[in-house]
Structure formats: structure tokens, C-alpha cells
């Protein structure tokens, strides 16, 4: 079977950016189950998927348009420390996670430290990066019907939510 839209496909990746590796689900063991066309996966990866079946290996590249985006000036903005978990600890250059008012997360970078308030840079940390994925295709089957509704793929065992 073909990967596509409606598909599930598991798989292991690997990111490289830069040369450097920034994930890998080989280092949680298990593999990444991906119900296509719906979203869940970059652009530039979810095409570079279709039409290749189970067994395969695939190394994509995939442009900054293609994956998390350009990086756009203007995103700097000033926060309170206090909307920072562990503010002290932040350093120009580093990623946390901030809560939104509105529920769910946005990762940022911090870009300036200062007494009572940190800059971060709004973009998302692997915005304007040329990503290379090393992916290995475990399955490829048909999507069921609750997932279909869900609009994303169930990982064995993990049926009932
Ligand atoms: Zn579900």
C-alpha cells in the first residue's frame, strides 16, 4: 500500500539541521504514528511521504517554506518574568515553552535577559532552517473510521481516548 492522504504511516525519523541532529524517535524507541493529509506532519515532509510503502528508507530535505516557516522580523516582543517557569535560568540562545492565555504552548527563544523582563523571538525555533529528516517507513495502512473523525492515527494501544 501507498502512503497518501488518509493513510496511516508509521515510521522513525531522524532531524538534522545544520549538521547537527535535534531529534530523533530512535531515542524514544518507539515509532511515530501519522494519519496523512490532516495536518500533523510539515508540508514538505507529508509530500515527500506519498506513494512510498512500508520497508523504505527516505532521506528528505525539506526548505524552511516547506517546514516551519521563514523567519519574519518584528517577532521580538517583551514579557514579565513572571510568565516564565524558570526565568532564572534562561540565557540568550535558549528555547522554553510558554504558556498561552488562550490554552496550549508556544515555544520561543530567548533573545535578551533583562532585570524584570526577558525578550524572546516569537518565530518558531526552526523557522528559516533547511531540515533534513532520515526516515524509515514501519507501516502503511488504511486510516479507520474513528480516526478519520479524530484526524490523527491511533499508535496501537492507544485506541481508546
Ligand atoms: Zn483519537
Do not use: V
Given at each position: 500500500m501507498k502512503a497518501g492522504k488518509d493513510k496511516v504511516i508509521s515510521l522513525h525519523y531522524t532531524l538534522t539541521v545544520d549538521g547537527e541532529k535535534v531529534e530523533s524517535s530512535h531515542d524514544r524507541s518507539e515509532q511515530l504514528w501519522i494519519l496523512l493529509g490532516h495536518g500533523q506532519l510539515i508540508p514538505g515532509l507529508e509530500k515527500a511521504l506519498e506513494g512510498h510503502e512500508a520497508g523504505e528508507t527516505l532521506e528528505v530535505d525539506v526548505a524552511a517554506a516547506e517546514g516551519y516557516g521563514e523567519r519574519q522580523e518584528g517577532q521580538i516582543q517583551r514579557m514579565s518574568k513572571k510568565y516564565f517557569p524558570q526565568?532564572?535560568?534562561?540565557?540568550?540562545?535558549?528555547v522554553t515553552v510558554l504558556q498561552l492565555k488562550e490554552g496550549g504552548q508556544r515555544a520561543v527563544t530567548v533573545h535578551k535577559v533583562g532585570m524584570s523582563a526577558i525578550d524572546v523571538d516569537l518565530?518558531?525555533?526552526?523557522?528559516?532552517?533547511?531540515?533534513?529528516?532520515d526516515v524509515a517507513i514501519g507501516e502503511v495502512r488504511e486510516a479507520t473510521e474513528e480516526e478519520l473523525k479524530h484526524g490523527h492515527a491511533h499508535a496501537p494501544g492507544a485506541e481508546a481516548h
Open positions: 526565568a532564572n535560568r534562561l540565557k540568550p540562545g535558549m518565530n518558531h525555533p526552526m523557522a528559516g532552517k533547511a531540515l533534513r529528516f
